[in-house]
């Protein structure tokens, strides 16, 4: 169950048939809300363990449509974490510095140390996405890097990094309704910009883009999670189950404590 968005390295998916619409995965929104929360005081103990533990780490990398409910999905399934243990990253159109080095410099100076979690808000995949649709830099260039990336991601793996990749998924129509909302409502119409009515108008070749990257970016170690995301409420309860599972498999532990604390006394 915490892993039925997860797709397989052996699969080859359309994704015009993976679901955008949590509504039928579950049929009570109260209890789903309920069940949220309790996972949530879940996910704070053992990020707090992962912290004590202080060895392995926790990449965790959203990607969605503008309005696709990345920035949500930190407000809510992060609320009440250490935040000394979680470090959040959004990686806007590189720089003049970031774009005098290769896409992946940024990012790996962005990836999670020893003991915490580490966010990813867009990605490196962002350098197969915009990038490819956009036509940013020849195809030569950005058909080479989704091989660069599994490799990257490898590296990440191997040096104990344990990676969750959320690709959230909505449909069109909900982010048009999402788009009237932030022009509606005085208090989001900041996040709107001109750009996102361009990327919608090209929806279908970001799907394009972002079938391929399903494709060939889910490996054994780094699978792409795809969440229906229609549903906020059903969002949160996917994405908490999934980053609970995997840190209680992680079986982390305290590390061993000093010898002779039983007969300390504190003066
Ligand atoms: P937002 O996440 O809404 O603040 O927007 C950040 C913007 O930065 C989006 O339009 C992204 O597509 C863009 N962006 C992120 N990474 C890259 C990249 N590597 N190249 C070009 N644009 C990017
Ligand atoms: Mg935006």
New binding site residues.
């Given amino acids: 169950m915490p892993y039925r968005h997860r797709l397989s390295p052996s699969q080859t998916v359309s994704i015009a048939q993976l679901e955008t619409d949590g509504k039928d995965l579950h049929d009570d929104r109260k209890q789903a809300e309920q069940e949220f929360h309790e996972l949530r005081e879940r996910l704070i103990e053992l990020q707090y363990r992962l912290y004590a533990e202080g060895r392995r780490k926790l990449l965790v990398v959203l990607q969605a449509m503008?309005a696709g409910g990345k920035d949500g999905t930190i407000r809510h399934v992060f609320k009440g974490v250490n935040p000394q243990g979680v470090r959040v990253t959004?990686?806007?159109?590189?720089t003049p510095a970031e774009l005098a080095h290769d896409?992946l410099w940024r990012v790996h100076q962005a990836t999670p140390a020893s003991g915490t979690i580490g966010v990813f808000?867009?990605s490196h995949y962002?350098?197969v996405l915009?990038?490819r649709v956009e036509q940013?830099v020849p195809e030569s260039v950005w058909q080479t890097r989704y091989e660069r990336i599994n490799q990257f991601e490898r590296l990440l793996f191997e040096s104990g990094t344990t990676i969750l990749k959320f690709f959230l998924h909505i449909s069109k129509s909900e982010q048009k309704s999402r788009f009237e909302q932030r022009l509606k409502e005085p208090g989001k119409r900041w996040k709107f910009?001109i750009?996102d009515l361009n990327k919608r108008k090209d929806w279908d070749a970001y799907m394009t883009a972002y079938e391929d990257v399903l494709n060939r970016c889910t490996t054994e170690y780094a699978p792409w999670h795809v969440i229906p995301c229609d549903q906020k409420w059903y969002r949160n309860l996917a994405i908490t189950r999934t980053l609970v599972a995997t840190l209680e498999e992680m079986d982390l532990q305290y590390p061993p404590e000093p010898s002779g604390l039983d007969e300390l006394k504190v003066e």
């Fill in positions: 503008d959004a990686f806007k159109a590189p896409f808000n867009r962002e350098d915009v990038v940013l910009s750009e």
